[in-house]
């Protein structure tokens, strides 16, 4: 038994930094497709916050299959374990798909995939309705769940702080 | 850990765990539109321009009949003055576009078609792209999306008697009033008699950036060199109902077709955000380039079918406006294309010519 007591301050600035970045890109995408005035300036932060978050989700991942993370409580239900381990590895797996979704939607769709003003990233898809029209729900359908997933999470990181108080939330929220 | 932890918070904490969770949820339900009551959505303008015929899966909910077209753009010196966007720094740029017919059926007939409408996009050579809508007409109908909706609104069949309620027509006109030019417009155009000497206009304002910096307004047009001829209305009864495919496909037979890009350029106090009104004749115009089309082919399978001609899709030095049908544009073209694609996908795109 050689775990630490607490996540990595990397995986903690990431964790904290990214919850920000991913939940501001959470609203700005709900908020976009049905929004008839700002539209293009939502999408023109959405697509450079999804590439940021891509990348640190990369780096991220990595962190964490090298640094073992802190272990849950001993007496933690089965029940319960078995939720954190799935929530925590659909998080990881939606926060590296969304923005390859987004991406891939956008060169099947033969949109230009910019980045900022006058810098386009390369199409990643070949133009074509059929992935366009596959991929680009299935972009919606999984925010939500993304979404939702969150919500659990966070759910579980307050049971974990204020009423089963076991140093859970801890391990996330400071350093040794 | 095992022995029961004294430390323990009491389960009635469950309850603004629940509380923060809920009203999140609940924020996000309403930004994305779910509950809460909200003007005019993206998702209602669609709905309304479906409302208005039968459905046609797989194809535009709007300008659903057209042809697509191939060609190139060339600016003119005078255009790199005018904004640093790459298009008018290149000799020439490719052009895929397409050339429209109003209302939700794709096989209406031509002789019908009062309005008629050109996309365009330009790629240059650095992936950069300018996507525009234009349309024959010399101004909007409406100042704002929510006029243009309720128009719309007002045209559709009433459930009871199957012909729209002239009341609420009357109702839309008293309360956006800019509409009777439009219909005034409507009412005397002449209509070209092909679609090589209809003139196109943006309508929306734009913003041109040059190397300095300096920001101008302006609206374009794509006047043809091809001289203008009237329809003529005996002529138009009996036309076939291709017949500005017909037409085009033999022009284009005898020889390349043009058209001038004009800026208009907007004098200080011109209505910017305001596409239902036209800036004065006498503003200051300059030619940036002309737009070459070579080729057409009919918009079934062919390369413009699956773009979206989203007039925000605009290259660097070149910006959108505020005039909020602008942004509109942009948003509810994007359901259109959204769901035509989705049919497409699914196998659900009508097929076949005519009806």
């Given at each position: 038994m050689n775990r630490p007591r607490h996540f990595n301050l990397l995986a903690r600035v990431l964790h904290w930094s990214m919850a920000v970045a991913i939940l501001a890109m959470l609203f700005v995408g709900a908020g976009m497709v049905v929004s008839l005035r700002h539209r293009d300036e939502l999408l023109d932060l959405h697509r450079p916050l999804g590439l940021a978050i891509l990348l640190l989700a990369i780096v991220r991942l990595a962190n964490r299959l090298r640094h073992a993370p802190p272990p849950l409580?001993?007496?933690?239900?089965r029940i319960q374990v078995l939720a954190a381990t799935a929530s925590h590895w659909l998080l990881y797996a939606l926060m590296l798909a969304m923005p390859l979704i987004g991406w891939a939607m956008l060169s099947a769709g033969g949109y230009p995939v910019v980045l900022v003003d006058g810098v386009n990233l390369p199409a990643?898809?070949?133009?074509?309705p059929v992935m366009y029209g596959m991929l680009r729900p299935l972009h919606g359908v999984l925010a939500y769940v993304l979404f939702f997933t969150i919500l659990a999470h966070l759910g579980a990181a307050l049971f974990h702080a204020w009423?089963?108080?076991?140093?859970v939330f801890g391990q996330m929220a400071k350093g040794d | 850990m095992s022995t029961p932890n004294p430390r323990r918070g009491s389960p009635f904490l469950l309850l603004p765990i629940a509380l923060i969770v809920a009203v999140l949820a609940l924020l996000f339900a309403w930004v994305g539109g779910w509950i809460g009551n909200r003007n005019v959505t993206p998702q209602a303008m669609m709905n309304t321009a479906e409302a208005s015929g039968a459905p046609h899966p797989?194809?535009?909910?709007?300008?659903?009949k057209g042809i697509c077209i191939v060609g190139s753009f060339a600016p003119t010196p005078a255009a790199q003055t005018l904004s640093t966007a790459r298009v008018f720094a290149q000799a020439s740029t490719p052009v895929l576009g397409r050339f429209s017919n109003p209302g939700?059926?794709?096989?209406?007939?031509?002789?019908?078609?009062a309005v008629r409408g050109m996309a365009l996009q330009l790629k240059t050579d650095d992936g950069q792209e300018w996507r525009m809508a234009m349309n024959?007409?010399?101004?909007?109908?409406?100042?704002t999306p929510e006029g243009f909706q309720a128009m719309n609104a007002a045209k559709l069949p009433d459930p009871a008697t199957g012909k729209p309620d002239p009341e609420k027509m009357k109702a839309v006109l008293a309360r956006y009033p800019e509409i009777r030019n439009f219909m005034a417009w409507s009412k005397d155009a002449k209509t070209p008699d092909s679609l090589a000497n209809t003139r196109f206009n943006g309508v929306n304002a734009f913003r041109l950036t040059d190397a300095q910096g300096r920001e101008r307004a302006v609206r374009w047009s794509m006047r043809p060199h091809t001289p203008f001829v009237a329809a003529d209305p005996e002529q138009l009864k009996t036309a076939d109902r291709d017949y500005l495919a017909q037409d085009l496909d033999r022009r284009l037979a005898a020889g390349p077709l043009q058209w001038d890009m004009v800026m208009q350029f907007a004098a200080p106090?011109?209505?910017?955000?305001?596409?239902s009104k036209a800036w004065p004749d006498t503003r200051p115009e300059t030619i940036a380039g002309t737009l070459t089309l070579v080729r057409a082919e009919p918009?079934?399978?062919?390369?413009?079918?699956?773009?979206?001609?989203?007039?925000?899709i605009l290259p660097k030095g070149i910006a959108g406006t505020d005039d909020p049908v602008l942004h509109a544009r942009s948003a509810v073209y994007s359901v259109s294309f959204n769901r035509r694609e989705r049919e497409i996908s699914q196998g659900k795109a009508q097929t076949g010519s005519v009806r």
């Open positions: 409580p001993a007496d933690l239900p990643i898809l070949p133009h074509s009423v089963r108080r076991d140093g | 797989g194809f535009r909910r709007a300008h659903s939700n059926d794709p096989y209406s007939p031509d002789n019908k078609a024959s007409f010399p101004f909007f109908a409406s100042s106090g011109d209505p910017i955000e305001d596409p918009q079934a399978n062919g390369p413009c079918r699956d773009l979206n001609f989203d007039p925000l």
